[in-house]
């Protein structure tokens, strides 16, 4: 066989190793890109690194499961258990988290640019570093949140639930706090020009305009 058909056969067959090591079974559901996991118990499974973008996660539970550095980009994972999970590093652009369980997640760093968060539970969830430019996170609850140095640009968090939160040296500019309760907040050092603060409830708040 000529060496170029050798190298392409040796390719092919490194793709396909690198697709079936993608392709993991959990709790009887496959974990890859495009699955549909709806309604499954997969507390505590262990998923760094994999990639499932564009999948099908409703109302599962993933609670204390490690997805750190996962790619979960435009995946739905609307009302699932992400309770105590870490997703720190993992991206999550344009996921659909709406109703969502995440109290006490670790998502420092991760990427949730876009992602929508409506009415999702983060509270004591650590958010530190996190890009959630123009995400959704109206009427979410945030109490006790991490969200130290993260870029909230344009963010929608009318509503939101962030008494107690930790925003300092967070990037706020063009986000929408309207109706939100950020009473006993931490913003210092936190940009917030042409920020939205219309209503809301700014008791004992450190740095709030």
């Known amino acids: 066989m000529p060496r170029i058909g050798i190298f392409i056969l040796l390719l092919a067959v490194l ?7 993608q392709r993991i079974q959990v709790g009887g559901c496959e974990i890859r890109r495009g699955s ?8 505590g499974a262990q998923l760094p690194g994999v990639d ?16 750190s550095r996962a790619t979960l980009d435009e995946a739905n994972f609307s009302m699932a258990d ?6 720190s590093g993992a ?10 369980r995440l109290n006490g997640a670790n998502l420092a760093g991760a990427n949730l640019g876009n992602a929508i968060l409506q009415n ?20 979410a609850r945030l109490n006790g949140a991490r969200l130290d140095r993260a870029d909230l640009r344009r963010a929608n968090l009318r509503a939101a639930q962030l008494a107690d939160a930790r925003l300092r040296d ?33 008791e004992g708040c450190i740095g709030c305009p």
């Open 170 to 202: 967070a990037d706020l500019r063009g986000a929408n706090f309207s109706q939100a309760s950020l009473r006993k907040a931490d913003l210092t050092g936190a940009r917030h020009e042409r920020t939205l603060f219309n209503q809301a409830r700014i």
């Open 91 to 100: 991206s999550l652009i344009r996921i659909n988290l709406r109703n969502a």
């Open 120 to 139: 999702a539970d983060l509270s004591s969830a650590d958010l530190t570093g996190a890009n959630l430019q123009e995400a959704d996170l109206s009427n």
């Open 52 to 67: 499932i973008r564009n999948s099908q996660f409703t109302r599962t539970v993933l609670s204390e499961a490690n997805l």
């Open 36 to 43: 549909l996991c709806t309604n499954k118990d997969l507390n």
């Open 82 to 87: 992400l309770s105590g999970a870490d997703l």
């Open 15 to 21: 793709g396909s190793g690198i697709a079936q090591a």
